[in-house]
């Protein structure tokens, strides 16, 4: 309670919608993924021009972006385009301005600031999801996350990155992995999606690398077919246990702060501090049934 009889504000406000735990690719040359795509449980939908999509029938793909996406705008989608030193990049995301405001662009094989600026000056207003998948791109890391106020998340490719260095171990990715993670909470994103996992048939083999990518601070994974979606879900959702605990911090925070003490002593003797509530608030978000959709967080 303040001074003047007002409640306190709450340090640490609720989170307005549910984190994206799930995304799902669809190329945009094959109509009939990107519609199921449109109707699954994914929380966001990658439309696909890039590297799931040949050569010859990128033109076609960048044409039918309207038709596939007209009717759709309750969803969260996110078109993926091929890089702007490709042939097909530019017109790419000239493509683009026909499509609704909040669809937004996810950047592929990003190097640099500079790589990043260049498309953030051809798409206006969308909010920018940007792969790192080079070595370069995983140096630049940081440098990248902060050097457009409209990067919403960062993202690793695997699949390329383990070309670019020549690498098949997943112990290898371990670094690149944490540098991901450490550079998009630094920049103040949220924590990133894993890349996709491979095998599409190999739903226990997801499920351990999932385990693994959510101890290294992922939320979250990029999918490329349905059946690994719900995989994904139950690896990141938190357990029982964890979200109970996670209201009681919450609500421990809370009547403290309304007694005006900032930190509080749980009955088992754990110090909570600010820091803890707020691990605690996205627990509890991750754990509550799906909002109404927030198409502009895309
Ligand atoms: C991998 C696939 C080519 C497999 O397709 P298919 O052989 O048709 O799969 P199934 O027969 O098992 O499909 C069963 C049903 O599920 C539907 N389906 C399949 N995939 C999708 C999807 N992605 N979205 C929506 N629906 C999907 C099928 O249509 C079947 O439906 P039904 O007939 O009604 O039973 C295919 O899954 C695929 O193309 N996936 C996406 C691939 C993609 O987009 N790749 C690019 C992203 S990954 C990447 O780029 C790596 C990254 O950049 C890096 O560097 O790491
Ligand atoms: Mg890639």
Request: a neutral charge; proline letters at 9%; hydrophobic letters at 50%.
């Amino acid at each position: 309670m303040r001074q003047d009889g007002a409640p306190t504000p709450d340090p640490t406000p609720a989170p307005a919608h549910r984190p994206v735990v799930t995304l799902l690719y669809a190329p945009a040359d094959r109509p009939g993924l990107v519609a199921k795509a449109l109707a699954s449980a994914a929380d966001v939908v990658i439309v696909d021009l890039e590297d799931a999509v040949a050569p010859a029938h990128k033109q076609a793909a960048r044409a039918a972006l309207v038709d596939l996406l007209s009717g759709h705008l309750d969803r969260r989608v996110q078109v993926r385009v091929n890089a702007l030193e490709t042939p097909w990049g530019a017109l790419d995301l000239a493509a683009l301005a026909a499509l609704p405001a909040q669809i937004a662009v996810r950047i592929p094989k990003v190097g640099s600031p500079a790589d990043l600026e260049r498309v953030a000056l051809a798409v206006g207003d969308r909010p920018l999801h940007v792969l790192l998948e080079t070595a370069g791109g995983i140096e630049s890391a940081h440098d990248i996350a902060r050097a457009h106020p409209r990067v919403a998340s960062l993202g690793l490719g695997e699949a390329d990155l383990r070309s670019d260095l020549g690498i098949d171990d997943d112990a290898a990715l371990a670094y690149a992995r944490s540098r991901i993670v450490i550079a998009a909470r630094a920049a103040g994103l949220p924590a990133p999606s894993m890349s996709v996992y491979p095998n599409v048939r190999d739903d226990a083999g997801l499920a351990r690398s999932c385990a693994i990518g959510r101890s290294l601070g992922f939320l979250g994974r990029t999918a490329i077919h349905p059946r690994q979606l719900p995989v994904i879900v139950a690896a990141f959702a938190p357990t029982e246990v964890e979200v109970a605990r996670a209201r009681l911090v919450v609500a421990a925070m809370r009547d403290a702060q309304r007694a005006g003490n900032g930190t509080v002593v749980l009955p088992d003797g754990t110090f909570l501090d600010v820091a803890m509530v707020e691990r605690a608030r996205r627990t509890v978000a991750l754990a509550e049934p799906t909002p109404s959709p927030r198409p502009d967080l895309s």
